[in-house]
């Protein structure tokens, strides 16, 4: 099934410092795509990634987004990276832990969370297997959600 163009990037570069890391990037993501992306430690995966987020700004190149095959300024679009380790001291739950990664979702850092961001959480931590430790410290050492 093809369906509709959600991400189209062309001949997208990004920098460090003026040290190039991606070069001339051609992808086009459409709705009903799988993608999996394979490369070795520093190969740009990360950066590729923060690039579509709006985290990182292209060096050159450009990144169109579409809804419903028209262009739009932007997609609901969260990212929550991969740590091996966290400050155990810091205390944020499994629900805020998993809300972080909404926050590119909102339109402002100001007011709460919508019903539908924590309806989305709802059914994350379901999928998960953590019915019940929504409100658990992500740090605690019991062995339940952090060994």
């Known amino acids: 099934m093809t369906g509709n163009p959600l ?26 795509d799988f993608l999996g992306m394979i490369g070795p430690n520093g190969g740009g995966k990360t950066t590729l990634i923060k690039t579509i987020l709006g985290l ?44 972080s990664g909404l926050i590119g979702s ?3 850092l100001i007011g709460g969370f919508s019903r539908l961001h ?11 297997g953590l019915e019940g430790l929504e409100d658990r410290i992500v740090g605690q050492r019991n062995g339940q959600i952090l060994s």
């Open 56 to 99: 990182l700004k292209p060096a050159g190149g450009n990144i169109r987004f579409y809804r419903n095959g028209m262009p739009a300024s932007s997609l609901n679009m969260g990212y929550l990276p991969q740590y091996n380790n966290i400050d155990r001291k810091f205390p944020i739950s499994v629900q805020e832990l998993i809300l």
């Open 7 to 32: 991400i189209a990037i062309r001949n997208l570069s990004v920098a460090y410092d003026r040290r190039v890391v991606l070069q001339d990037v051609n992808l086009t993501v459409n709705d009903y």
């Open 118 to 128: 924590r309806e989305k959480v709802r059914c994350i931590v379901s999928r998960m």
């Open 106 to 108: 909102k339109k402002s």
